[in-house]
């Protein structure tokens, strides 16, 4: 076996053995999109508590970057269709509870630096907590105990992350996504 294919076989492996601990880890870059076109797959995760973490860095202040989560049956065609919500808008960062966007603690973001967001999914409740590090490591607490879009598909699983940016493709990038079952 030559060394590209004993790469290959390993990658296989250790892809495995990620998916078997209900583990995903992804070292893909993420971009968003204008259209709903920026939609990626990952292995459906249905466990009832959730940890997704990754970092997303914003080009530019005034935008409007969702980033989301949603059920592996649903395709996203409409904002409606989006489960768990996060923006970096205009300057600030928000989610996504149930009917309206809001933040527990305000958070602005400087573009060009990375943000780390960590969120903790209840599945059973269809509610989730939203925490973002600064670049200065001062976590702040986006969202407690915040309900699923209220008007769109209530996931029993999560299988796709979504991406997208009406002022122009590539304004938000995520990086080091990992998403973990918590037993």
Not at 47 to 60: F, G, H, M, P, Q
Not at 135 to 146: G, L, N, S, T
Request: proline residues 3%; charged residues 20%.
């Amino acid at each position: 076996m030559n060394m590209k294919n004993q790469k290959v076989l390993l990658l296989a492996m250790s892809l495995v053995l990620i998916f078997s601990a209900g583990i995903f880890a992804a070292e893909t870059t993420f971009v968003s999109q204008v259209d709903y076109s920026g939609v990626f797959d990952f292995e459906p995760i249905s466990s009832d508590n959730i940890l997704i973490e990754y970092d997303a860095v914003a080009k530019a202040e005034f935008i409007d970057g969702v980033m989301a989560f949603v059920g592996s049956d649903v395709v996203p065609a409409h904002w409606r269709d989006l489960s768990i919500i996060s923006r970096m808008v205009n300057g600030i960062v928000d989610a996504r509870n149930g009917g309206t966007y809001s933040a527990e603690n305000n958070l602005a973001f400087v573009p060009g630096e990375t943000y780390h967001f960590k969120y903790i999914v209840d599945m059973k409740a269809k509610t989730y907590d939203l925490f973002v590090t600064t670049p200065e490591k001062q976590e702040v607490q986006i969202a407690k105990d915040y309900a699923f879009r209220a008007d769109g598909p209530l996931p029993s699983d999560l299988g796709k992350f979504f991406m997208r940016c009406q002022y122009g493709e590539g304004n938000v990038i995520v990086t080091n996504m990992k998403i973990t079952e918590i037993k």
